[in-house]
């Protein structure tokens, strides 16, 4: 069975930081793989997609890297923001599985001012 | 260019009723998916439609079922609900392209109970 995980669960950090999410996927043979972002009892929003030939994709103060290899991807948010607290999820499109999505259980970030 | 919509907002069910929720795609796209997002999860994935048939279904009981329309607006039905189902139900769209990327709505939370 095709996992994400996510790691850490849960992280809290001083306005201002730069942080790191970690996500992991159990089988190199992806499409694609996106990182989303949702704010309490809210849908999702799309933040960056990595095709399985990419390496990195950026947006704004947000880098996702994939390393298919060692099955890892990476969310690196610069100079972190109050307005950043959110739940961050990690999907993968398996080629394994087609056009679904396999989401992790995300990571709970709240940034303190 | 209209984002996914989804209605109802919020809904209260008895144990044993049926519910139909609803969702519209955006605009050009002719793929829908839903998910089932419990507490603290990732989304589940529950099955896809494209072009009116199902394309894709995870591992969800035959009492959760679904429509396109030729519109691509698209329904899901649940059947004999269980306490358990009580979930944020989410709507995606996408195209039928390399990349695949899906579009979120905001949701819609169920209650049963």
């Known amino acids: 069975k095709q996992e994400v995980t996510q790691i850490p669960a849960a992280l809290s950090v001083p306005e201002g930081e730069n942080l790191v999410l970690n996500c992991s996927f159990t089988?190199?043979?992806?499409?694609?793989l996106q990182w989303f972002r949702q704010d309490p009892g809210k849908g999702l929003t799309s933040l960056l997609l990595i095709q399985s030939s990419q390496r990195e994709q950026t947006s704004g103060r947000l880098n996702a890297s994939l390393d298919k290899s060692s099955g890892r991807s990476t969310l690196y948010i610069a100079a972190s923001q109050p307005g950043d607290s959110a739940t961050y999820l990690c999907a993968v499109r398996y080629m394994e599985y087609g056009n679904k999505l396999v989401f992790g259980a995300g990571t709970i970030l709240r940034v303190k001012s | 260019e209209t984002g996914v919509t989804q209605s109802p907002t919020h809904l209260i069910k008895t144990r044993g009723q049926q519910v139909t929720l609803r969702c519209s795609s955006q605009?050009?796209?002719?793929?829908v998916s839903w998910y089932q997002q419990a507490l603290g999860q990732g989304p589940q994935f529950i099955f896809q439609?494209?072009?009116?048939?199902?394309?894709g279904r995870g591992n969800f009981p035959p009492r959760f079922s679904g429509l396109q329309f030729p519109n691509y607006s698209s329904e899901l039905n649940v059947n004999a609900l269980e306490l358990d189902d009580s979930a944020l139900y989410l709507c995606a769209s996408s195209l039928q392209t390399d990349t695949y990327e899906q579009y979120f709505g905001p949701g819609t939370r169920l209650t049963v109970t």
């Open positions: 605009s050009g796209h002719n793929t």
């Open positions: 089988d190199s043979a992806i499409y694609n």
């Open positions: 439609y494209y072009r009116e048939e199902e394309n």
